[in-house]
Each structure stands twice: as C-alpha cells, then as structure tokens.
C-alpha cells in the first residue's frame, strides 16, 4: 500500500500525489482527471474542504486492486461515504475511482 491507500486523508498533499504514476487517471462523478497535476488538484480540493479531519478507513486488498472505504470529520464539513477503488501496476496507483459527498456544516 502507499501514502495515499495506508494513511488516507492524512491531508499531505505532495505524498498522496507522489503514490500516483504520471499517467494515472481518477475518475469521479465529475468527470476523469490524467496525469498527477490534475490528480493533484483534486486532492487539493477534498483537503481544504475537510481541514483538518479526523479520517476512518478500512480496506480490503486483492491481487492489485485496493477497495477503500473511509470517513472524514472536520469543523467544516463531513463524509460518511467515502469510497475508493485503486489499480496498482509497478508499486504505483494507475487507476483511482472515487466516490463521497462532503456535507457542510452550519
């Protein structure tokens, strides 16, 4: 396992990116990002909308495919649903669907 599948939302940004191949792909409801800039950039996002979070997860490994589920809690916002599917050739994530909803609080 890697930074970004061991430790998720540990919100380090340059170790979660580092873990990708520099031709992977994400693929979430709002469209496929290619490469680790565009990679990157999501997770930029996700972090500054959970700052700070206290993060739950529990994984299951098969062969190269790692299914993540995992949960966030911040001041800001929450998941409960979080969800990731990785593909992993050569050490390194080639592929990484995710899926969560990140509810604001008031």
Known sequence: MTQ??????AADLDATVMDFAATAVLVTSDG?????????????????????????????YADNVLFLEWTADSARA????????????????QADTVRCTIVPKT
């Open 78 to 93: 929450s998941v409960s649903d979080g969800v990731d599917t990785f593909l992993f050739k050569d050490g390194l994530i």
């Open 4 to 9: 970004a599948t061991n430790q998720p939302g």
């Open 32 to 60: 496929v990002r290619r490469g680790k800039d565009a990679i990157r950039n999501y997770f930029d996002g996700l972090f500054k909308a959970l700052p700070k979070a206290q993060w739950g997860h529990k994984t299951i």
